[in-house]
């Protein structure tokens, strides 16, 4: 007869049985190689879970931002006023995302690294060249006309928010699997 590559078999029942500790079928060294691939050591767990919470406090950090912007400019205060009031917002907001980005790169996490990686790459830019903190041209009414940035300054943070929120998306989905 010809070896064949695989062969049919046709399973007519299957039978469960609880293995006793006395057993000399019991395996742990295979048992535990086979949950290997499914379960997460209790420090790595714990740095999801850090992620997850620096992503959830980033979120609502952008958010404040966002409310305090939209509350200064309602009420028609000088844009040098309002650039002065937001720029304490700005390093916070820059940590709190590289924090998030440096333990996604820590746990492994590289769709989220890869998600955030045009905005670390924009803050670094921003850093570089002396732009992370407003001015009164970059909040104004004319901030498009004025400012030599492509999106206003709300329009960037909704344009962060939006990343952030997907990356909250992926960091709770790593966390359920």
Same mark, same amino acid.
């Given at each position: ?26 395996? +742990?060294? !295979?048992?535990?190689? #086979?949950?290997?691939? %499914? ?7 714990? *740095? ?35 650039? +002065?009031? !937001?720029?304490?917002? #700005?390093?916070?907001? %820059? ?7 440096? *333990? ?74």
């Amino acid at each position: 007869k010809n070896p064949t590559v695989a062969d049919v078999h046709a399973i007519t029942s299957v039978s469960t049985r609880y293995l006793d500790e006395a057993e000399a079928d019991f395996d +742990d060294f !295979l048992l535990e190689h #086979a949950e290997a691939g %499914t379960r997460r050591s209790g420090w790595s767990q714990l *740095l999801w879970v850090v992620c997850m919470l620096t992503g959830l406090a980033l979120n609502v950090f952008t958010g404040m931002e966002i409310y305090k912007f939209l509350q200064y400019s309602n009420s028609q205060i000088n844009p040098t006023l309002i650039a +002065d009031n !937001l720029k304490s917002f #700005a390093w916070p907001h %820059t940590v709190l995302h590289f924090g998030m980005t440096g *333990l996604l790169l820590l746990v492994g996490g590289w769709a989220g690294v890869l998600l955030n990686l045009p905005i670390v790459a924009y803050k670094a830019w921003a850093i570089k060249n002396n732009k992370l903190v407003l001015n009164a041209n970059s909040v104004g009414a004319e901030a498009k006309v004025h400012s030599s940035n492509m999106f206003s300054y709300p329009n960037r943070l909704y344009v962060m928010m939006g990343f952030y929120a997907i990356t909250q998306i992926y960091i709770l989905m790593r966390l359920s699997s």
